[in-house]
Nanobody, 124 residues
Framework: QLQVVESGGGLVQSGGSLTLSCLASGFIMDKYAIGWFRQTPGKERKGVSCISSVNNSTQYADSVKGRFTIYRDSAKNTVYLQMNSLEPEDSAVYYC?????????????????WGQGTVVTVSS
């Protein structure tokens, strides 16, 4: 069973940075494409970024290009989302999940296997 645990969220001022972590449980994360998604109340979950398993190619939503970076640490079996220049519009619950397509395709179509998410709040 594919299980992940997200962490690293918090409260940060506009312009600040956070790094989210997606830790795998019971499987080798390097073998899977991993995507980050986010959701705000009353809205659909949307893809933010994706990293493929084959060549670690990455994709980003237009709204975060140039500000967010997704990367892997194989030794820690973890995928990270480095978020810089945060804006209030980035406030959301962030989830990592498994895109059905590998290499990543946009928009992502994730498997229905979600962690509990981690909350990011950006104050203005």
């Amino acid at each position: 069973q594919l299980q992940v645990v997200e962490s690293g969220g918090g409260l940060v001022q506009s312009g600040g940075s956070l790094t989210l972590s997606c830790l795998a449980s019971g499987f080798i994360m390097d073998k899977y494409a991993i995507g980050w998604f986010r959701q705000t109340p009353g809205k659909e979950r949307k893809g933010v970024s994706c990293i493929s398993s084959v060549n670690n190619s990455t994709q980003y939503a237009d709204s975060v290009k140039g500000r967010f970076t997704i990367y892997r640490d194989s030794a820690k079996n973890t995928v990270y989302l480095q978020m810089n220049s945060l804006e209030p519009e980035d406030s959301a619950v962030y989830y990592c999940a498994f895109p059905r397509q590998d290499p990543c395709m946009w928009p992502m179509n994730p498997l229905d296997a979600w962690g509990q998410g981690t909350v990011v709040t950006v104050s203005s």
